[in-house]
């Protein structure tokens, strides 16, 4: 199986950019379709953004589409977040999720079965 670590996040001002990292061990990486997914304190944990195995495909919310960019670097078993733009309501702890059999679009918590610790993104207004 495989194990997923994120990193990158911290404390940002509102318009800034960050870029997350996802990094995978253990197991081919490719053969993973994976998805971002963030969860703000008493919230649900909701999807964010999301990519196919070879990386051609991606698909986002609509909360964050058109400022956030995923992407992935199979040789590198890394896949990426570029968070532009951000807002306060972007604070979140942002955790990438892996799963091998599934298709896209895949933008539901079920439909992952690999998660990494999460990594957090705090954004002051």
């Known amino acids: 199986q495989v194990q997923l670590v994120e990193s990158g996040g911290g404390l940002v001002q509102a318009g800034d950019s960050l870029r997350l990292s996802c990094a995978a061990s253990g197991h081919i990486f490719s053969i993973y379709l994976v998805g971002w997914f963030r969860q703000a304190p008493g919230k649900e944990r909701e999807f964010v953004a999301g990519i196919n195995r070879g990386g051609s495909s991606t698909y986002y919310a609509d909360s964050v589409k058109g400022r956030f960019t995923i992407s992935r670097d199979n040789l590198k078993n890394t896949v990426y977040l570029r968070l532009n733009s951000l807002k306060p309501e972007d604070t979140a702890v942002y955790y990438c999720?892996?799963?091998?059999?599934?298709?896209?679009?895949?933008?539901?918590?079920?439909?992952?079965?690999?998660w990494g610790q999460g990594t957090q993104v705090i954004v002051s207004s």
């Open positions: 999720a892996a799963d091998r059999t599934g298709s896209v679009p895949a933008s539901s918590r079920n439909s992952y079965e690999f």
